[in-house]
């Protein structure tokens, strides 16, 4: 491949590229290091993204492609993702490709050409060996490797694409479950073989976790004014907006969940729920996920909305909601609302249809069918115990010094 001399014939080169028989526009793509077993050296257990590319960059995925193509490997477009080791040849072949951009490949610019200038420096310095794959993602289908699950949950982390929106069916069952000690992966079996060689000389690794995730931080620079207070509690694939502060303690957000804004985080945000901007999950609280008593539905926080202490919520809510402290709102709780109370909170949802059942002089609703509605109070009368249902007259608004 010889060299490109300039951007017009690098534009060029990228258009005949994708004229190429069969040639598919990747929606998603870039390089990983990755980690492999280290009794099972086939198996890949961690995949590490310099750069993802996710409906963007069309002339580098082209480009990329060509290099491919000029060091003899068949690229497939037929089928949803394609994966191949990286090259010595490969990255010769980019480095040529891209040469009108490698003087400008720095601080930030020409990400791509970054990546590549860097794998150039490593084939020459300690060899590429296996330890870099490539891949290109033609769809949203189910996952079929290591590498398509990382790009996914990166994807998700980074912003590029809204929680909720990727197919993440039966990743499960492609990772690993394996023994982090930091960042690196450890396969558990290799760890039983070496146990007592490690134990007697004092190498035995400090493992952190074992779990088939990493953590967030292991993959992600945070947003701006995103605090996070203990690495532990936030996974892979999980999103925090600016100004999210993460407390320790009871606070947890799982992989495909996270908020849209900022937000101030002491209790669990399952896996699929999403926060909205300036709403409290105080300590303790539990938002439920599609796997743990919504029957599948997924649960939507809406902004300056308030979830007391150790409460718990399996509907999704609007804005400037509240949920007292210890209160248990779920899919089928009965809730009791009087005549004055329904007309206010009507008043600020006006398109909403209620089913009602008259009770004493108020109306009888399931939680359920009261989802997404704004400006809600959840109390359960300290006498009584009838959970009620009331316009709330609080404006929920975090410190803005914190976030």
């Known amino acids: ?6 951007e017009k014939k690098f534009k060029e080169y990228a258009a005949k590229i994708k004229k190429t028989d069969g040639y598919r526009e990747p929606i998603a793509f870039g390089i990983a290091r990755v980690d492999r077993g280290q009794l099972h050296n086939e198996k890949i257990l961690q995949a590490t993204f310099p750069v993802v590319n996710w409906k963007e960059n069309y002339a580098s995925a082209a480009a990329f492609i060509g290099a491919l193509m000029d060091s003899e490997v068949d690229v497939d477009f037929g089928g949803s993702e394609f994966v191949c080791d990286v090259k010595k040849k490969f990255v010769k072949n980019a480095v040529n490709i891209f040469n009108p951009y490698l003087k400008e490949a720095f601080g930030g610019n020409h990400r ?41 949950l990166y994807a998700l982390s980074l912003g590029k694409a809204p929680l909720r929106s990727l197919n993440l069916n039966g990743i499960f069952g492609l990772l690993e479950n394996v023994a982090w000690c930091v960042n690196v992966p450890i396969e558990i079996e290799w760890l039983r073989a070496n146990e007592i060689e490690m134990k007697l000389d004092g190498s035995y690794p400090f493992i952190s976790a074992v779990d088939k995730f990493p953590r967030f931080l292991q993959h992600v620079i945070p947003e701006e004014n995103v605090r996070i207070m203990d690495a532990s509690k936030v996974r892979m694939g999980a999103y925090l907006a600016k100004g999210t502060a993460l407390m320790p303690g009871a606070s947890y957000i799982n992989f495909n969940a996270g908020t849209t804004g900022a937000v101030m985080v002491e209790g ?17 609280a539990s938002i439920l996920g599609v796997l743990s008593g919504t029957n599948g539905n997924p649960v939507s926080i809406g902004k300056n909305t308030l979830l007391g202490a150790n409460s718990v919520t399996g ?27 329904l007309k206010l909170i009507l008043e600020i949802n006006p398109n909403f249809k209620f089913k009602k059942q008259e009770s004493g002089g108020g109306y009888i609703f399931k939680a359920i069918e009261l989802s997404g509605l704004n400006g809600l109070h959840f109390r359960r009368d300290s006498q009584t115990g009838v959970m009620t249902l009331s316009r709330s007259n609080r404006k929920v608004v975090l410190n803005a010094d914190l976030h």
């Open 1 to 6: 491949m010889k060299f490109i001399e300039s």
């Open 268 to 284: 669990r945000i399952s896996s699929s729920v999403v926060v909205g901007d300036g709403s409290d999950v105080g300590g303790g």
């Open 315 to 341: 509907v999704p809510l609007g804005d400037g909601c509240i949920v007292d402290a210890g209160v248990a709102v779920l899919e089928g709780t009965k809730v009791s609302v009087s005549k004055e109370q």
């Open 112 to 152: 791509n050409v970054q990546v590549i200038k860097n794998l150039y420096r490593i084939a020459q310095d300690e060899g590429l060996e296996n330890n870099f794959r490539i891949i290109f993602l033609f769809e949203d289908a189910e996952c079929k490797s290591i590498e398509s699950v990382y790009l996914k």
